[in-house]
């Protein structure tokens, strides 16, 4: 199923910017990489041409990110470390709500390095040919204001609630303009200072292989098919029946696939060890073809041969493409578009509450493995008031706990409060607006 509308005959251009650490500030670009020249998205820590200078700044707080991330594993020294780094982000409570746009210790010295040169060798390439800048990660939106690039910035939120390190030292005399996916995230940013003019309520940005056009046909299509295997009992569809017809239409006679579980690692390759214990418990269902398993493994050939090694380990390697898939890609576009097109058929997605968490919208529902760093916590708890996520039980006995909730029909409950709940225009939304503003500027 092809999209069979395009917003605008001709789609708005912009320069689509993230950066590669982890796989959220991509994820969050993909969707919008046809805005962008021959469709690229720019990683302004890794472009080409990048200036050595430059691209140390970047590796610091990328290897730093990644290392963190993976040594959270190792008992107590790990968990101390991970809370250290943590604290230099961490988000502060909504309440007593007071005025918060006081810059953090990180802003300032974020700026600081911007001051001494940090990033004005990519806005100066950008600038010769000065489109719409939209950026998945604030730094290259404070980088493009300091060195006063001359058209409009927008700075994209990938999470349900933000830290202040997110807004410039003095958020009333900046531009930049914001899209945020919650109500949470538009207060905040008012709290920190952003002028409301710049922020603009557009939830967070899906793919649209997996969305449609404006009319969600895609979307409606795989929930569908989602919510028999995810109801396979009747018990949500017999109480929720007129709900259903509302917001899905019919359901059809028989799903197109059978139930499928996919565990998606995070980009530093952090949790993976989880997937072990689930499978373990699964490889009876997996052998018997009652369940498919994927496994997302990104970018990383070590995570790839890892699950490969656990496969053989627990002499699953015959089931391998049929009831148990990896799902991997050298280059990460390629990895997204699997990714996404695997999920299609994805009755359960599996994964740390990041930027996925917003997936939701699509009517998958998600098992939170535990949260890494404040935003996933917050994450978590906005996934749990959404109704359309849950906290992992033990992995050991996924056999059990998972299929009891499958029977009370939990997850197609869940299923459908993501879908009903969480905004799932996000990606014309943002097309809209900077298509909007880039008529008004001619």
Same mark, same amino acid.
């Given at each position: 199923?092809?999209?069979?509308?395009?917003?605008?005959?001709?789609?708005?251009?912009?320069?689509?910017?993230?950066?590669?650490?982890?796989?959220?500030h991509q994820r969050t670009a993909y969707p919008l990489k046809e805005l962008s020249p021959q469709g690229n998205i720019i990683n302004a820590n890794n472009y080409l041409g990048i200036p050595e200078k430059d691209r140390r700044l970047w590796g610091?707080?990328?290897?730093? /990110?990644?290392?963190? %991330?993976?040594?959270? &594993? !190792?008992?107590?020294?790990? #968990?101390?470390?991970?809370?250290?780094?943590?604290?230099?982000?961490?988000?502060?409570?909504?309440?007593?709500?007071?005025?918060?746009?006081r810059p953090s210790f990180m802003v300032r010295r974020i700026f600081s390095l911007i001051q001494r040169g940090w990033g004005k060798h990519l806005v100066e390439i950008l600038k010769k040919k000065p489109l719409p800048l939209v950026t998945t990660f604030f730094i290259p939106a404070y980088m493009a204001e300091f060195f006063n690039y001359p058209n409009d910035i927008y700075c994209i939120i990938c999470d349900a609630d933000i830290s202040r390190t997110?807004?410039?030292?003095?958020?009333?005399?900046?531009?930049?303009?914001?899209?945020?996916?919650?109500?949470?995230?538009?207060? @905040?940013?008012?709290?920190?200072?952003?002028?409301?003019?710049?922020?603009?309520?557009?939830?967070?940005?899906?793919?649209?292989?997996?969305?449609? %056009?404006?009319?969600?046909?895609?979307?409606?299509?795989?929930?569908?098919?989602?919510?028999?295997?995810?109801?396979?009992?009747?018990?949500?569809?017999?109480?929720?029946?007129?709900?259903?017809?509302? /917001?899905?239409?019919?359901?059809?006679?028989? %799903?197109? $696939?059978?139930?499928?579980?996919?565990?998606?690692?995070?980009?530093?390759?952090?949790?993976?060890?989880?997937? *072990?214990?689930?499978? =373990?418990?699964?490889?009876?269902?997996? @052998?018997? &073809?009652?369940?498919?398993?994927?496994?997302?493994?990104? !970018?990383?050939?070590?995570?790839?041969?890892?699950?490969?090694?656990?496969?053989?380990?627990?002499?699953?390697? #015959?089931?391998?493409?049929?009831?148990? =898939?990896?799902?991997?890609?050298?280059?990460?576009?390629? /990895?997204?578009?699997?990714?996404?097109?695997?999920?299609?058929?994805?009755?359960?997605?599996?994964?740390?509450?990041?930027?996925?968490?917003?997936?939701?919208?699509?009517?998958?529902?998600? *098992?939170?493995?535990?949260?890494?760093?404040?935003?996933? #916590?917050?994450? @978590?708890?906005?996934?749990?008031?959404?109704?359309?996520?849950?906290?992992?039980?033990?992995?050991?006995?996924?056999?059990?706990?998972?299929?009891?909730?499958?029977?009370?029909?939990?997850?197609?409950?869940?299923?459908?409060?993501?879908?009903?709940?969480?905004?799932?225009?996000?990606?014309?939304?943002?097309?809209?607006?900077? $298509?909007?503003?880039?008529?008004?500027? $001619?």
């Amino acid at each position: 199923m092809k999209s069979k509308e395009n917003l605008h005959p001709k789609s708005p251009r912009a320069w689509v910017i993230a950066v590669s650490m982890g796989y959220g500030h991509q994820r969050t670009a993909y969707p919008l990489k046809e805005l962008s020249p021959q469709g690229n998205i720019i990683n302004a820590n890794n472009y080409l041409g990048i200036p050595e200078k430059d691209r140390r700044l970047w590796g610091g707080s990328r290897s730093f /990110y990644e290392f963190i %991330s993976n040594f959270q &594993r !190792i008992p107590f020294i790990g #968990d101390i470390s991970f809370r250290l780094f943590d604290r230099f982000q961490k988000i502060i409570s909504l309440y007593p709500k007071k005025d918060l746009s006081r810059p953090s210790f990180m802003v300032r010295r974020i700026f600081s390095l911007i001051q001494r040169g940090w990033g004005k060798h990519l806005v100066e390439i950008l600038k010769k040919k000065p489109l719409p800048l939209v950026t998945t990660f604030f730094i290259p939106a404070y980088m493009a204001e300091f060195f006063n690039y001359p058209n409009d910035i927008y700075c994209i939120i990938c999470d349900a609630d933000i830290s202040r390190t997110w807004v410039v030292l003095n958020p009333s005399q900046s531009n930049i303009k914001y899209f945020a996916p919650t109500p949470r995230v538009k207060e @905040r940013l008012e709290l920190y200072g952003v002028k409301k003019e710049n922020i603009f309520l557009t939830g967070y940005p899906l793919p649209k292989e997996n969305l449609g %056009s404006t009319q969600l046909e895609i979307t409606r299509y795989d929930i569908s098919h989602r919510l028999l295997n995810l109801d396979y009992k009747g018990a949500y569809r017999q109480q929720y029946t007129t709900l259903i017809k509302k /917001y899905v239409g019919s359901l059809p006679r028989k %799903s197109n $696939h059978p139930l499928t579980i996919m565990f998606s690692v995070g980009g530093a390759g952090a949790q993976k060890e989880i997937v *072990i214990r689930i499978i =373990e418990s699964l490889a009876k269902k997996i @052998r018997k &073809r009652e369940l498919k398993f994927i496994l997302g493994a990104g !970018i990383k050939e070590e995570v790839k041969n890892y699950f490969l090694e656990q496969i053989d380990a627990l002499s699953l390697r #015959d089931y391998l493409d049929k009831s148990i =898939e990896i799902v991997w890609d050298q280059n990460l576009q390629n /990895y997204f578009k699997k990714f996404n097109q695997a999920l299609r058929t994805t009755d359960i997605l599996w994964t740390k509450p990041s930027e996925l968490s917003f997936y939701s919208a699509l009517g998958i529902p998600i *098992i939170m493995t535990p949260p890494l760093g404040s935003q996933e #916590d917050l994450n @978590r708890d906005w996934l749990l008031r959404v109704g359309a996520g849950i906290s992992q039980e033990d992995p050991r006995y996924t056999d059990q706990w998972l299929f009891d909730l499958l029977e009370s029909g939990w997850f197609a409950e869940a299923a459908m409060q993501g879908y009903i709940e969480v905004e799932k225009m996000g990606t014309f939304n943002i097309e809209n607006i900077i $298509h909007q503003h880039a008529v008004a500027h $001619h």
